[in-house]
């Protein structure tokens, strides 16, 4: 949600190399961008509505400078306008600010700002910061150092209310500071007094894996070198320097058309990294899980579906009810929180502002927390007591997939080991990895666009399951949704004749995700129901049954089903988007990385 880069060092390519790490962060929000480029004079700033993807950075003929910021905007607060785009400067010119988040009171501050004589350009809550720091800086007429930059930036923080992480940058200064509360920030440093500021890793990586992460209510001046405050004490703090074990071409598209068709097909090896996990720490895990008083599961979006599938998993596996709440919805329930209860959310990016709102409300009733997190030093594993990564490497399109995958196979693997039988999990994983890498042929993806060719111009389609396919279902309406932007919704098998039944007309394609157990001849004669009022019948299944139109064959993975069924919907999806001319990594008003509320 907002993709935010900046560079300060000895290198005079400050503007190319922020656009260059912009076009990496684009899945992060991609409705505008622009850039801002310090140079002895003054500050160039640039911005325009669309994607940045194809951008000639060469055209734009920005000034050599040493010290650059860029953005793309997912729109909170004003349209999507060349004016609403950041960087957002004071009247002067005077001070330049990139934003990620909400300013809450910004209404408030706009108006003492107007009567003070400030002029405002732009409809969003991110210019007030300018107006306010550049109102703060009067005082200091012409060129300012580095110890009034910082502290008249904090004084003007303390003003806001809300989540941010901002840039700021004035024409006066050559340092440039950066605060975050609630949206991430994290610090490169490179070689030779080289240092990025970025809202996510990938942005840098072509130049350093080496990272310091800004907590909330911190801030950091970067100015050849770098100092980190703490805005609540006014402190200096020292920041561990942690080296990113991701490499930058694990980032990249590579011979793929889009990031979603390479992050599923990776799940050929995804599983298997997910479940090489520290056999103690999974056992650790599974312990506190079984003497909680009460587990929690959280997540939002396609998090959320796979916190429903561990539900019916340790129900299944080790006879134990578990909690599911969306991250959103969390707070409502908090009531039942105590001391022993344990919360366990499950994020790829590890920054959900919804997630991490739960993570803080579970915290403050003194419960136990856990993650299970793709990115590695994000908020969530950092709040954390205890954290599973899932390794699944950098995650670009929007659509979650490999991480979903990883995900299950981590839930699957912890609900075996709360039953005392982790190598059992572990060994039905491994098989089900190597059935996906089976799975994963041309073959296999051809015979699935020969479907999506005969579906593409559908209004709705409608997925059904039961058991541990039920939340594949509600996981596939969303897959389907976001990308092909076809009506689709997911259902309990059960459910549809107690009303959804009435939208199934002549063709209507439905999904059954089925699993070769106790479900299965439910889930069959729902999709039976279907078919005789005119449903064309889509089945995901190990086996042929005679309701099908369409057949997908899928492993019969045990206990894994959930993953191996999934997957042909995700190639579905891809391919609906493709064919409809969408684009499958960037879908339309949406962003990766929630850090809203
Ligand atoms: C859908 C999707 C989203 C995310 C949700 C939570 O494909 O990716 O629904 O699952 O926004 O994000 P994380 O997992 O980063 O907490």
Redesign the pocket.
């Known amino acids: 949600m907002c993709g935010i880069i900046a560079y300060k060092g000895k290198r005079p390519d400050a503007a190319s190399l922020v656009l260059k790490g912009l076009k990496k962060l684009e899945y992060r929000g991609y409705d505008s961008w622009g850039v801002a480029v310090k140079t002895d004079l003054n500050i160039v700033i640039h911005k325009k509505i669309g994607k940045i993807g194809e951008l000639n950075i060469g055209k734009l003929k920005l000034p050599t400078s040493h010290l650059a910021m860029a953005h793309s905007r997912w729109a909170t607060h004003g349209g999507v306008t060349d004016k609403n785009a950041h960087p957002h400067a004071s009247c002067g010119n005077r001070v330049v600010v990139i934003h990620n988040g909400i300013i809450e009171n910004y209404l408030q501050l706009k108006k003492a700002l107007i009567k003070k004589g400030h002029k405002f350009v732009s409809e969003t809550d991110t210019e007030v910061a300018a107006h306010l720091i550049e109102e703060n800086l009067k005082k200091y007429p012409g060129k300012i150092d580095k110890a009034i930059f910082r502290h008249e930036v904090q004084r003007s923080l303390e003003q806001f209310k809300g989540r941010y992480a901002f840039l700021v940058m004035s024409e006066d200064c050559d340092s440039i500071v950066a605060a975050r509360r609630g949206s991430p920030l994290i610090i490169g440093k490179g070689h030779d007094g080289d240092y990025f500021i970025a809202s996510d890793i990938p942005a840098f990586l072509d130049y350093t894996n080496e990272v310091m992460y800004l907590d909330d209510d911190e801030m950091v001046v970067i100015d050849g070198g770098h100092d980190f405050i703490d805005l609540k004490t006014g402190k200096e703090i020292k920041k561990r320097i942690v080296k990113i074990e991701w490499k930058a071409q694990e980032a990249e598209k590579g011979s793929f058309l889009h990031f979603m068709i390479k992050e599923i097909m990776e799940q050929k090896e995804t599983i298997h990294r997910a479940i090489n996990q520290n056999e103690k720490l999974m056992k650790k895990i599974a312990d506190a899980i079984n003497k909680a008083f009460g587990t929690y599961f959280i ?6 579906k796979v916190c429903i599938a561990a539900s019916y998993l340790f129900s299944k596996i080790c006879k134990k009810h578990v909690n599911v709440q969306f991250g959103s919805e969390f707070p409502n329930f908090q009531h039942f929180i105590k001391k022993n209860s344990l919360l366990v959310a ?7 502002a919804d ?1 991490l709102e739960a993570m803080e409300v579970a915290k403050k009733k003194g419960a136990k927390l856990l993650t299970i997190v793709n990115v590695e030093g994000s908020s969530m594993d950092r709040m954390a007591d205890l954290s599973i990564h899932i390794k699944a490497g950098p995650e670009k399109a ?3 997939t490999k ?1 979903t995958t990883a995900q299950l196979a981590i839930v699957t693997l912890l609900a075996y080991a709360c039953a005392g039988r982790l190598n059992e999990g572990k060994k039905l994983l491994i098989e089900a990895a190597s059935q996906i890498n089976d799975m994963l042929n041309p073959r296999y993806e051809k015979h699935i666009l020969e479907l999506a060719e005969k579906i593409k111009n559908v209004e709705s389609m409608y997925v059904i399951g039961r058991g541990m396919n039920y939340p594949m279902a509600l996981e596939s309406a ?2 389907l949704q ?1 990308v092909s932007y076809i009506h689709a919704e997911g259902f309990a098998g059960g459910e549809l004749k107690h009303g959804p039944i009435a939208l199934i007309s002549k063709g209507t394609p439905c999904i059954a995700l089925v699993a070769n157990d106790e479900t299965r001849s439910d889930v069959i004669s729902n999709a039976i129901e279907i078919k005789a009022r005119g449903g064309f019948i889509i089945g995901v299944s190990p086996r042929r049954e005679e309701v099908f139109d369409y057949w997908i064959r899928v492993p019969d993975a045990g206990d894994a089903s959930p993953i191996v069924n999934i997957i042909p919907v995700q190639i579905l999806a891809y391919q609906l988007a493709v064919l409809r001319k969408n684009n499958p990594d960037m879908p339309r008003n949406l962003a ?3 850090t809203v509320k």
């Open positions: 997540g939002c979006g396609t998090a959320g499950v994020s790829q990016s590890g920054e959900t997630t929007v659509a979650s991480a969303i897959k976001e990766k990385s929630v």
